[in-house]
Nanobody, 125 residues
Framework: QVQLVESGGGSVQAGGSLRLSCAAS????????LGWFRQAAGKEREGVAA????????TYADSVKGRFTISRDNAKKTLYLQMNSLKPEDTAMYYC??????????????????WGQGTQVTVSS
């Protein structure tokens, strides 16, 4: 079984915080690179944050640097995205994803082969 399930989405006011979780049922979970992606209405899916297998290196989109934090707990097989100082432009469907091979661009959606179903985040003005 290969599965990623997101949770924690919802509606918040601008400036608020939200934490997304992604529970995994993946063989050799600790060997996968993980990432968070989002897709707003009428826009292409974009990378938000990525993390290496052991959690030692993280990568963020410029638009979320300083506001979002990605982390993983390999013992719990769970990926997290802490989102602070949320803005209306953060409104989107958020997805967690995994890849089992190295790619130079860790935020490129096309390099990820396992995807969750998504969780909606809506930020109001």
């Amino acid at each position: 079984q290969v599965q990623l399930v997101e949770s924690g989405g919802g509606s918040v006011q601008a400036g608020g915080s939200l934490r997304l979780s992604c529970a995994a049922s993946i063989w050799m979970y600790s060997s996968y690179y993980l990432g968070w992606f989002r897709q707003a209405a009428g826009k292409e899916r974009e990378g938000v944050a990525a993390i290496t297998t052991g959690g030692g290196i993280t990568t963020y989109a410029d638009s979320v640097k300083g506001r979002f934090t990605i982390s993983r707990d390999n013992a719990k097989k769970t990926l997290y995205l802490q989102m602070n100082s949320l803005k209306p432009e953060d409104t989107a469907m958020y997805y967690c994803a995994a890849r089992d091979s190295w790619r130079r661009n860790s935020l490129a959606p096309e390099y990820y082969n396992i995807w969750g179903q998504g969780t909606q985040v809506t930020v109001s003005s």
